[in-house]
Protein backbone atom coordinates (compact mmCIF):
# COMPACT_ATOMS: atom_id res chain seq x y z
CA UNK A 1 0.00 0.00 0.00
CA UNK A 2 1.50 3.13 -0.77
CA UNK A 3 0.42 6.72 1.58
CA UNK A 4 2.45 9.58 2.56
CA UNK A 5 2.45 11.99 5.20
CA UNK A 6 1.85 15.47 4.15
CA UNK A 7 1.28 18.80 6.41
CA UNK A 8 -2.00 21.15 5.41
CA UNK A 9 -2.66 23.95 7.57
CA UNK A 10 -0.18 23.08 10.31
CA UNK A 11 -1.23 19.47 10.66
CA UNK A 12 -0.55 16.18 9.74
CA UNK A 13 -2.89 13.79 7.57
CA UNK A 14 -2.04 10.54 5.68
CA UNK A 15 -2.59 10.48 2.43
CA UNK A 16 -3.37 7.53 0.69
CA UNK A 17 -3.91 6.45 -3.43
CA UNK A 18 -7.75 6.52 -4.25
CA UNK A 19 -9.03 7.95 -0.68
CA UNK A 20 -10.93 10.77 0.52
CA UNK A 21 -8.87 13.42 2.62
CA UNK A 22 -10.52 16.16 4.93
CA UNK A 23 -7.88 18.64 5.72
CA UNK A 24 -9.20 22.36 6.98
CA UNK A 25 -10.57 24.97 4.69
CA UNK A 26 -8.68 25.88 1.86
CA UNK A 27 -9.94 29.02 -0.15
CA UNK A 28 -10.04 26.81 -3.75
CA UNK A 29 -13.02 25.90 -5.63
CA UNK A 30 -14.25 22.04 -6.22
CA UNK A 31 -12.66 20.50 -9.47
CA UNK A 32 -9.76 22.16 -8.82
CA UNK A 33 -6.59 20.29 -8.79
CA UNK A 34 -3.61 20.85 -6.60
CA UNK A 35 0.06 19.26 -5.19
CA UNK A 36 0.10 19.21 -2.02
CA UNK A 37 4.08 19.63 -1.89
CA UNK A 38 4.76 19.62 2.20
CA UNK A 39 5.10 15.82 2.38
CA UNK A 40 6.96 14.54 5.83
CA UNK A 41 7.05 10.90 4.78
CA UNK A 42 6.26 8.37 1.97
CA UNK A 43 6.44 4.64 2.00
CA UNK A 44 5.65 2.15 -0.70
CA UNK A 45 5.13 -1.12 0.28
CA UNK A 46 9.38 -1.74 2.40
CA UNK A 47 10.58 1.25 1.02
CA UNK A 48 9.94 4.16 3.15
CA UNK A 49 11.14 7.89 2.43
CA UNK A 50 12.09 10.45 5.93
CA UNK A 51 12.33 13.51 4.76
CA UNK A 52 14.01 16.51 7.44
CA UNK A 53 11.95 17.83 7.87
CA UNK A 54 10.30 17.17 3.99
CA UNK A 55 11.14 14.81 1.35
CA UNK A 56 12.62 16.23 -1.28
CA UNK A 57 10.84 16.31 -4.85
CA UNK A 58 8.58 14.40 -3.38
CA UNK A 59 4.36 15.37 -4.06
CA UNK A 60 1.27 14.35 -3.90
CA UNK A 61 -1.71 15.31 -6.38
CA UNK A 62 -5.18 16.01 -5.30
CA UNK A 63 -8.33 16.98 -6.34
CA UNK A 64 -10.76 19.18 -4.68
CA UNK A 65 -13.86 17.57 -3.78
CA UNK A 66 -15.68 20.35 -2.35
CA UNK A 67 -16.57 21.77 1.04
CA UNK A 68 -18.10 19.61 3.58
CA UNK A 69 -18.99 20.82 7.29
CA UNK A 70 -17.94 18.60 10.79
CA UNK A 71 -20.42 17.79 13.90
CA UNK A 72 -21.57 20.27 15.29
CA UNK A 73 -20.16 20.89 18.91
CA UNK A 74 -22.24 22.18 22.01
CA UNK A 75 -20.58 25.14 24.08
CA UNK A 76 -22.50 25.51 27.41
CA UNK A 77 -20.98 28.15 29.98
CA UNK A 78 -23.06 27.93 33.25
CA UNK A 79 -22.45 30.04 36.38
CA UNK A 80 -24.61 28.27 39.74
CA UNK A 81 -26.83 31.16 42.04
CA UNK A 82 -25.81 33.42 39.33
CA UNK A 83 -28.28 33.24 36.49
CA UNK A 84 -25.84 32.72 33.93
CA UNK A 85 -26.55 30.22 31.46
CA UNK A 86 -25.28 30.86 27.95
CA UNK A 87 -25.63 27.92 25.20
CA UNK A 88 -23.71 28.39 21.71
CA UNK A 89 -22.59 25.74 18.93
CA UNK A 90 -19.30 25.36 16.59
CA UNK A 91 -19.29 23.67 13.02
CA UNK A 92 -16.08 23.33 11.75
CA UNK A 93 -15.86 23.61 7.79
CA UNK A 94 -13.35 21.42 6.10
CA UNK A 95 -12.32 20.90 2.23
CA UNK A 96 -12.62 17.24 1.14
CA UNK A 97 -9.53 16.37 -1.28
CA UNK A 98 -9.56 13.05 -3.35
CA UNK A 99 -5.65 12.06 -3.75
CA UNK A 100 -5.12 11.17 -7.48
CA UNK A 101 -1.51 9.89 -7.30
CA UNK A 102 1.64 10.35 -4.84
CA UNK A 103 5.24 11.03 -6.61
CA UNK A 104 8.24 10.26 -5.98
CA UNK A 105 10.91 11.74 -8.14
Do not use: C
Not at 48 to 58: D, L, N
Amino acid sequence: MKYAIVESGGKQYKAVEGSPLEVDLLPVEAGTQLSLDNVLMVVDGENISIGTPYVEKASVKVTVAGEIKGPKLIVFKYRPKKRIRVKTGHRQKFTKLMVDSIFME
